[in-house]
């Protein structure tokens, strides 16, 4: 939720299937999985400056670094906003609400959520937020949704998708399993997806 090159790669994946469905006319469904790219993060999140600069060695590293991915970002259309973002929130509760929602309702929260952090600076650590995001982008009844967070729903699977990341050896991301058998790690151009999936067709 808060990995830019997850975002890129999601946008090079998505070009990449439809083409492929224009080209053949064959369905590509998708599963989303979580994953925590840092687990230790309090539940409030910290200051997006502070912890980044910290994590990369100072002011000198990151703006360099935040430039590459808007950079590489724009070259797909995707836009990234970090003058905006204040905040490296803890994603477990925007990964339990994708646990709760219908299957083909993931991609666009997926979206909303990466969107309202990237663009709009919005805090995804907060409830209240990503309730009004689920709200608005998919019509979600938030006291129902409230009701099920507070039951605790939605957190065994984000705790099962973590100890599969893990099992399997997955230590970043984006990272892509195709088929159950092929694996791409990184924000591969939506050439290479293509690529895969006809490797997957021919068998």
């Given at each position: 939720m808060?990995c830019?090159?997850?975002?890129?790669g999601?946008?090079?994946m998505n070009?990449?299937i439809a083409a492929?469905?224009?080209?053949t006319?064959?369905?590509v469904?998708?599963?989303?999985?979580?994953?925590q790219?840092?687990?230790?993060l309090?539940p409030?999140g910290?200051?997006?400056?502070?912890?980044?600069?910290?994590?990369?060695?100072g002011?000198?590293?990151l703006r360099?670094?935040?430039?590459r991915v808007?950079?590489?970002g724009?070259?797909v259309g995707?836009?990234f906003?970090f003058?905006?973002?204040s905040?490296?929130?803890n994603?477990?509760?925007?990964?339990?609400?994708t646990?709760?929602?219908?299957?083909e309702?993931q991609?666009h929260w997926v979206?909303?959520v990466?969107k309202?952090y990237f663009e709009?600076?919005?805090?995804?650590?907060?409830?209240d937020?990503?309730?009004?995001?689920a709200?608005?982008?998919?019509?979600v009844?938030p006291?129902?949704l409230k009701?099920?967070?507070?039951?605790g729903?939605?957190?065994?699977?984000?705790?099962g998708?973590q100890?599969n990341a893990?099992n399997?050896?997955?230590?970043?991301?984006p990272f892509f399993?195709?088929?159950?058998?092929?694996a791409?790690?990184?924000?591969y151009?939506a050439k290479q997806?293509?690529?895969?999936?006809?490797?997957i067709?021919?068998?």
């Amino acid at each position: 939720m808060v990995c830019p090159w997850c975002r890129i790669g999601k946008k090079n994946m998505n070009d990449a299937i439809a083409a492929w469905e224009n080209a053949t006319g064959e369905s590509v469904t998708v599963r989303y999985h979580a994953f925590q790219l840092d687990p230790t993060l309090p539940p409030e999140g910290l200051p997006f400056n502070n912890h980044m600069e910290k994590k990369f060695g100072g002011a000198e590293n990151l703006r360099p670094m935040l430039q590459r991915v808007t950079d590489a970002g724009a070259a797909v259309g995707v836009t990234f906003k970090f003058d905006q973002v204040s905040r490296m929130p803890n994603t477990v509760l925007a990964h339990r609400i994708t646990a709760l929602l219908e299957e083909e309702g993931q991609a666009h929260w997926v979206d909303a959520v990466m969107k309202a952090y990237f663009e709009d600076g919005r805090d995804i650590a907060q409830l209240d937020v990503l309730v009004d995001i689920a709200r608005d982008e998919l019509g979600v009844d938030p006291e129902e949704l409230k009701r099920l967070l507070d039951a605790g729903e939605g957190s065994e699977s984000v705790t099962g998708d973590q100890q599969n990341a893990q099992n399997i050896g997955i230590s970043g991301v984006p990272f892509f399993i195709l088929d159950g058998k092929y694996a791409l790690s990184g924000a591969y151009p939506a050439k290479q997806f293509l690529e895969a999936f006809q490797k997957i067709k021919q068998g």
